[in-house]
């Protein structure tokens, strides 16, 4: 499903699922709270080295020092996931789809980054 919207932040809306999350909606808009930091999950991989394909990493809102957190699916709920704001991190990875060229220009850890849908 595309929505050709951004995934935002919304600090003041409590989760639907977790009541101790920021809720994250897909706004027509990109603003300040769409953007979100790329940080290394283990500590041996430091801000500004490269991102591999397989690396695993934590995306950080820079505004709330917060991460993007998936949230469990509880009994009686049939695989629904959520997608929120925690203190609690979910590590992940991204997967290329297409090869592509970008010269000298390389993804790193401690870049900052929007999400469109």
């Known amino acids: 499903v595309r ?3 951004w995934v935002t932040v919304r600090p003041r809306t409590i989760s639907e ?3 101790d ?3 994250m909606t897909l706004n027509e808009r990109a603003g300040e709270q769409c953007a979100f930091r790329v940080l290394p999950r283990y500590r041996f991989n430091h801000e500004g080295d ?3 394909r397989h690396d695993q990493l ?3 809102s820079p505004a709330l020092r917060m991460y993007v957190h ?3 699916a509880r009994r009686g709920q049939l695989a629904r996931r959520e997608v ?3 203190h609690d991190a979910s590590r992940w990875q991204f997967r ?3 090869d592509a060229s970008f010269g000298d220009d390389v993804f790193k850890g401690g870049d900052n980054i929007r999400l469109f849908h």
């Open 70 to 72: 998936v949230s469990l």
């Open 84 to 86: 929120n704001l925690s």
């Open 96 to 98: 290329v789809f297409s």
């Open 3 to 5: 929505s050709n919207r």
């Open 21 to 23: 999350c920021a809720l």
């Open 50 to 52: 490269p991102v591999g």
């Open 17 to 19: 699922s977790e009541k």
């Open 58 to 60: 934590l995306l950080q």
